[in-house]
């Protein structure tokens, strides 16, 4: 079975604070994902990695970088957080376009809480 | 970020019956995925087509990707207590982009026992 793994089910942060969200996928995928998802608004694609080291800005890419290091991690960073950041947080992971199979697998969130 | 029109929204049922959603979008999709999301946990894969047309099922699960590619259905035949949750549609490549998944507003199942 496809495991994506999201390093914390909750996490609660003072503003202003950095903050780590690690994600782990062991199906060797090409391609990795971060969203955040809030009531009413749906799955919004913050950033987007296709390879090490690759990146690619997706909706709403403001106030968060990434960091890909090694294939089967993804690391989604919040610089400073604010309150307005408090949400879930999904990791996905993915086969690489153009294959046979482009199916997307979910880690089981992080519910961050920026006080 | 585009969305993709999913409906019905919310639904209420009785255990036991038929269930139906679906998700409309403008535009044309080479992969057509269904999830579920049970409160605070993230979404699971139930679905995945890949094909104009393509018919496929799930247990008591059946997904349609819509001869036009820009429509996918799921139905879920005698539901039970534990269908209770979110499900999303999400549409990928054709002209979305290679990589990008576009994923529907989703369905709130509620099941009545």
């Known amino acids: 079975d496809v495991k994506v793994t999201q390093s914390s089910r909750y996490l609660v942060k003072r503003t202003g604070e950095k903050v780590f969200l690690e994600c782990v996928q062991d199906?060797?995928?090409?391609?990795m994902f971060w969203y955040r998802q809030d009531p009413g608004l749906g799955l919004r694609l913050i950033y987007f990695?296709?390879?090490?080291?690759?990146?690619e800005k997706g909706d709403i890419p403001e106030g968060y970088s990434v960091s890909r290091e090694k294939k089967e991690r993804f690391s989604l960073i919040l610089e400073s957080a604010s309150t307005n950041q408090t949400s879930m947080y999904l990791c996905?992971?993915?086969?690489?376009?153009?294959?046979?199979?482009?199916?997307?697998?979910f880690g089981q969130g992080t519910r961050l809480t920026v006080v | 970020g585009q969305q993709l029109n999913q409906s019905p929204q919310s639904m209420f049922i009785q255990e036991g019956e038929d269930v139906s959603m679906n998700c409309t979008s403008s535009?044309?999709?080479?992969?057509w995925l269904w999830y579920k999301q049970d409160p605070g946990e993230g979404p699971v894969l139930l679905i995945a087509?890949?094909?104009?047309?393509e018919l496929t099922s799930n247990g008591r699960l059946t997904a349609q990707f819509g001869i036009t590619r820009k429509d996918s259905f799921l139905n879920i035949s005698a539901s039970i207590p534990s269908d209770v949750g979110i499900y999303f549609c999400?549409?990928?490549?054709?002209?979305?982009?290679?990589?990008?998944?576009?994923f529907g507003t989703g369905t709130r199942l509620k099941v009545l026992a």
């Open positions: 996905a992971s993915s086969p690489p376009g153009g294959g046979s199979s482009t199916e997307a697998f």
């Open positions: 199906m060797d995928h090409e391609n």
């Open positions: 990695s296709y390879d090490v080291k690759m990146k």
């Open positions: 535009s044309i999709f080479n992969t």
């Open positions: 087509l890949y094909k104009a047309g």
């Open positions: 999400a549409g990928q490549g054709g002209t979305s982009g290679t990589y990008k998944y576009i």
